[in-house]
């Protein structure tokens, strides 16, 4: 598996934006010099640990910018076995997003908390969502130790005790959700994805032979142009298609 994209420098954002008090409630923004498309809010992943942060999704948020697209990548507190801090982190940045429309993305566990918020918190104008290689059933990731046992660590006791953050046992969010995974991803399986599309008749899964876990946030992959496409087709208004 290439985790170069996890410590390949990428470029500062345009500027930085607070959403809250905290240390840690700091967004990066970054903005094309022209668009008419939606803004796209990225959620980073890590496995909700607290050594990685948004700073490695800054070569992706800078490929989307030059796309055209404004990008708003949140940080969030990571307090392992205080789920709460998470989420509360996370619907307080997407309260201060001053935009009309919206894609709303998230890779792994970012992913997660991407289709989490967009079914209890969404942002208004929310368009779509894109879960890139989400951690999208917590049940089956538990049961099969992914990353160590990190679903436990993250939620600080089994997740049967907290359906309400588990995507695949909450209902589908509004608008169209396009999940996209590696299909040699062994860090986080396809078949998360496939709970997750299995659970909810609406959503699209997207499976990309030959790319693995960090592909989908390296913008120099092979899975560069389907990431660029379902963030496309995600924010693309139905009155439009």
């Known amino acids: 598996m290439d985790r170069s994209i996890l410590s390949r420098p990428g470029p500062e954002p345009d500027r930085e934006m607070r959403y809250g008090p905290l240390a840690e409630h700091v967004a990066d923004v970054w903005l094309p010099a022209e668009t008419g498309r939606p803004r796209v809010v990225l959620i980073h992943g890590g496995f909700w640990r607290p050594r990685y942060d948004r700073t ?60 989490w918020a967009a079914v209890t918190c969404p942002p208004p104008g929310l368009l779509g969502t894109v879960a890139l290689a989400p951690v999208a059933d917590l049940v089956r990731a538990h049961d099969e130790r992914l990353g160590d046992g990190a679903v436990a660590e993250f939620l600080g006791g089994p997740p049967a005790n907290r359906p309400d953050l588990d995507p695949v046992r909450l209902p589908a969010p509004a608008g169209p959700v396009i999940l996209v995974h590696g299909a040699d991803d062994t860090g986080v399986p396809p078949s998360q994805s496939q709970s997750y599309v299995d659970a909810h008749a609406t959503a699209e899964l997207v499976l990309l032979p030959g790319m693995a876990h960090f592909e989908l946030v390296d913008p120099h992959s092979g899975a560069w142009p389907d990431v660029r496409d379902a963030i496309s087709r995600a924010g693309t208004p139905a009155s439009t298609k």
Do not use: K, M
């Open 56 to 115: 490695h999704t800054r070569n992706l948020a800078a490929a989307l910018r030059d796309a055209g697209w404004p990008v708003t990548s949140i940080e969030y507190r990571r307090e392992p076995g205080n789920p709460d801090a998470y989420t509360d982190d996370i619907r307080l940045a997407l309260q201060a997003v001053d935009a009309e429309d919206v894609v709303l993305a998230g890779h792994s566990a970012g992913g997660q908390l991407a289709l």
